[in-house]
């Protein structure tokens, strides 16, 4: 085993498949543990269920073309921020929208609801585009070692994505906003909400109904950034800012 690469990104386990002291992983998974790293008895791995369950296991077996593997320890919430980042943006194109779900994950988003606005000019994402996402955000939750998969959502527009929300610290992202400061957090454990624009960014209307849904405008320079570039950035101010 020593000539062979150890498993560096944890693999994905469903929640069902684990028990008090041992887990099961999928055929697929199990197909990548055992033929791309040749994973014999006794080699370690990790894995995370995305429901804040982070596993390092011993390969004990195959049974079944499924690979079973000791729990040698559990961690709860590894890799997790210390607060909920939830995102709310405008739907831009499909290759944009796909970019925003793989780095936003990394990123610590915990939800991302794309939705329908004034300027999207497409519908709600529908379900197979949906589970087409799923799919993006766990490869994404595995190799940036987190154990929390986000929710991900498509509403129909900012009236029923707002009706989803806590209540928690809100920016919005605003070519004529305040400048982003980081502050300490008013609570140690609300959720922060994030809402970006599509492109074309959000209509005045849509504007003042975030406003005055407690949303607070801030700017993030002076160029012009695209949907998915303005929600990585304000991801990553916020992140910073905890």
Known sequence: MDKHRLPDTPFWVEPESVGEDRLRLSSEESHHLLHVFRAKEGTPFEATDGRGGFFACVLESV???????????RREDWGELPRPIELLVGIPEWRAVEQIVEHAVPLGATSIDLLVCERTGRDA????????LLRVARAALKQSRRSRLPELRSSGGLRSA????EPG???LAD??????????????????????????????EERRFLLDEGFASISMGPSRLTTETACLTLLSLTRNSL
Do not use: H, N, Y
């Open 63 to 73: 049974e079944r073309r499924a690979a079973v593997g000791r729990i040698v320890e």
């Open 125 to 132: 994402l529908g379900p197979q585009r949906l589970e087409r």
């Open 162 to 165: 707002t009706g989803c929300l």
């Open 169 to 171: 610290e809100r920016f």
């Open 175 to 204: 070519p004529d906003g305040k400048p982003f400061e980081p502050r300490a957090p008013k609570s140690s454990q609300g959720p922060i909400q994030l809402a970006v624009g599509p492109p074309g960014g959000f209509s005045e």
